[in-house]
């Protein structure tokens, strides 16, 4: 599992996460997920557009975030290009419906910082 | 051979110990064995996101005895000329739970309403063909399986 981050000025965060978010990947990112983005920053963009598994244990981890980052009053999106299988893991949760996803970094980006 | 159409039948299968490092493994398992069969990418992937679910559920759920025994897991591959079919069939001696009949979760609509659990159910509906459960002998049968092509 790989998870890293860059500051965008001072409104936006934008983490990217590699591998499987099955329960060892979860396991081993949650913690660095959750402090990422407990940052104060309005926006937080997620990008899952790489990752090659996305199970539940791995959406709740994303829900968390998305309702801490939605708490102190920031919004977090996700990234998730043309992949389908993560499509379809948020979109069988019905979380594509809570936390917005979009194709594109740069739709993402605005729609964080909105 | 029936009604003229040779059927390939071919099974395969795991044991595992219920731990997270595990499950992986009969992840990694269960997908090399349905590609080797020539079982297409879209029904090895839901095939295995579903087996997650279902042994994460057992980790999750199964209570002292899911996690004192194997977890013991069978596919089986069934193939004619044009169409297929995979079978996963899940045996653990955790806590009797049928998932077929589980109530379906209502999903938030908001984040603010959104509580992070009960996730895995839906990914295992929304990934199998069909389910069918049973208890005998002391273990949850969990059976759940796909198709191809999808018309």
């Known amino acids: 599992m790989f998870i890293s981050h860059t500051d965008v000025g001072d409104n936006l965060r934008e983490i990217v996460i590699l591998g499987?978010?099955?329960i060892p990947g979860t396991e081993s990112v949650a913690g660095e997920l959750e402090k990422l983005a407990a940052a104060p920053k309005k926006g937080i963009v997620v990008d899952v557009s790489s990752l090659k598994f996305l199970a539940s244990m791995g959406i709740r981890a994303l829900l968390k975030s998305a309702m801490a980052v939605q708490e102190r009053g920031g919004r977090m999106v996700l990234v998730v290009g043309t992949n389908s299988s993560v499509v379809m893991s948020l979109e069988a949760t019905g979380v594509n419906n809570l936390i917005p996803m979009f194709k594109s970094n740069a739709e993402a980006a605005r729609a964080a910082v909105a | 051979m029936h009604n003229g159409i040779h059927t390939v039948?071919?099974?395969e299968t795991l044991a595992i110990a219920a731990s997270g490092d595990e499950i992986r493994r009969a992840s990694e398992w269960l997908t090399t064995a349905l590609r080797q069969r020539d079982v297409p990418d879209p029904q090895v992937a839901c095939l295995e996101l579903a087996l997650h679910e279902v042994l994460a559920n057992v980790l999750a759920h199964g209570g002292s005895a899911a996690r004192?025994?194997?977890?013991?897991?069978?596919?089986?591959?069934?193939?004619k000329a044009t169409t297929g079919e995979a079978r996963v069939k899940v045996r653990d001696a955790g806590i009797p739970f049928?998932?077929?009949?589980?109530?379906?979760?209502?999903?938030?609509?908001?984040?603010?309403?959104?509580?992070?659990g009960g996730l895995g159910l839906p990914l295992i509906r929304r990934c199998s063909d069909w389910?069918?459960?049973r208890r005998e002998g002391g273990r949850n049968h969990f059976m759940f399986g796909a198709r191809?092509?999808?018309l």
């Open chain 2, 98 to 116: 049928d998932p077929t009949g589980a109530p379906e979760r209502t999903p938030a609509k908001t984040l603010a309403e959104a509580e992070p």
């Open chain 2, 131 to 133: 389910m069918s459960y």
């Open chain 2, 68 to 79: 004192a025994e194997p977890i013991h897991i069978r596919i089986e591959v069934r193939k």
């Open chain 1, 20 to 22: 499987r978010l099955d």
């Open chain 2, 148 to 150: 191809w092509p999808k």
């Open chain 2, 9 to 11: 039948k071919q099974v």
